[in-house]
C-alpha cells in the first residue's frame, strides 16, 4: 500500500477530531467550516492563538499535528476535556496539560486510522505554542477550520518534504 498522501492526514485528522468532539468533550457537533487551506503562508494563524502540536515520525514522513484555537476557546476545550463548569477557574498551567492531552489524543486516532497505509507511526511529545507559525521551504502544510462544539479551531499540518535523491 502506498504512503499516506496528505490528502489521507487531513481525512484522518478531521475525523479524530469528530470523535474526541463526542467521547472526549462530550459535545454533539463537530464539523469542518471552511475548505482545507494547503498553504500556511496564505492564510496565517491569528497571532492570538495558542495550539498544541505533536510530532509523528513515519517511514517517509515527519510531520507535526496540531490543534489551535483562541484562548477563550482553550480554556473551554480544557474545561470540556476535564468535566468542569465554565464558570470554574482553571489555571494556565492546567488549560496548557490539557490541550497536550487532546492533541496526543488527536493523534492516536490519527494513528489507528492511518496504520495500515504507515505501520511505522511514530509520536513524539506534544507542545503548546503560541502566535503565527512559519514553515521552511521544504514543508507543505494543511489547516482544517472547524468547530468542536461551540469553539471554533483550526487543525493544523506540517509535514516535511522529502529531500531529492542524488
Same mark, same amino acid.
Do not use: Y
Given at each position: 500500500?502506498?504512503?499516506?498522501?496528505?490528502?489521507?492526514?487531513?481525512?484522518?485528522?478531521? +475525523? $479524530?477530531?469528530? !470523535?474526541?468532539?463526542?467521547?472526549?468533550? /462530550?459535545?454533539?457537533?463537530? #464539523?469542518?467550516?471552511? &475548505?482545507?487551506?494547503?498553504?500556511?503562508?496564505?492564510?496565517?494563524?491569528?497571532?492570538?492563538?495558542?495550539?498544541?502540536?505533536?510530532?509523528?515520525?513515519?517511514?517517509?514522513?515527519?510531520?507535526?499535528?496540531?490543534?489551535?484555537?483562541?484562548?477563550?476557546?482553550?480554556?473551554?476545550?480544557?474545561?470540556?476535556?476535564?468535566?468542569?463548569?465554565?464558570?470554574?477557574?482553571?489555571?494556565?498551567?492546567?488549560?496548557? +496539560? $490539557?490541550?497536550? !492531552?487532546?492533541?496526543?489524543?488527536?493523534? /492516536?486516532?490519527?494513528?489507528? #486510522?492511518?496504520?495500515? &497505509?504507515?505501520?511505522?507511526?511514530?509520536?513524539?511529545?506534544?507542545?503548546?505554542?503560541?502566535?503565527?507559525?512559519?514553515?521552511?521551504?521544504?514543508?507543505?502544510?494543511?489547516?482544517?477550520?472547524?468547530?468542536?462544539?461551540?469553539?471554533?479551531?483550526?487543525?493544523?499540518?506540517?509535514?516535511?518534504?522529502?529531500?531529492?535523491?542524488?
Amino acid at each position: 500500500m502506498p504512503p499516506a498522501g496528505m490528502a489521507d492526514w487531513i481525512q484522518a485528522l478531521t +475525523d $479524530s477530531a469528530g !470523535e474526541i468532539a463526542a467521547m472526549s468533550l /462530550g459535545f454533539e457537533e463537530c #464539523r469542518v467550516t471552511g &475548505q482545507a487551506c494547503e498553504d500556511l503562508l496564505a492564510s496565517p494563524t491569528d497571532p492570538a492563538w495558542v495550539g498544541a502540536f505533536i510530532s509523528v515520525q513515519c517511514r517517509e514522513d515527519a510531520l507535526h499535528l496540531g490543534l489551535v484555537a483562541d484562548a477563550s476557546g482553550c480554556e473551554t476545550l480544557a474545561k470540556a476535556l476535564l468535566g468542569m463548569a465554565p464558570s470554574e477557574i482553571l489555571p494556565e498551567e492546567d488549560v496548557s +496539560d $490539557s490541550l497536550r !492531552e487532546l492533541v496526543n489524543i488527536l493523534a /492516536g486516532g490519527v494513528k489507528r #486510522r492511518l496504520a495500515a &497505509q504507515e505501520n511505522t507511526l511514530q509520536l513524539g511529545l506534544p507542545q503548546v505554542v503560541q502566535g503565527p507559525l512559519e514553515v521552511a521551504d521544504l514543508t507543505e502544510a494543511a489547516r482544517i477550520p472547524m468547530t468542536l462544539g461551540p469553539i471554533p479551531v483550526q487543525l493544523q499540518i506540517i509535514r516535511s518534504r522529502a529531500l531529492p535523491r542524488p
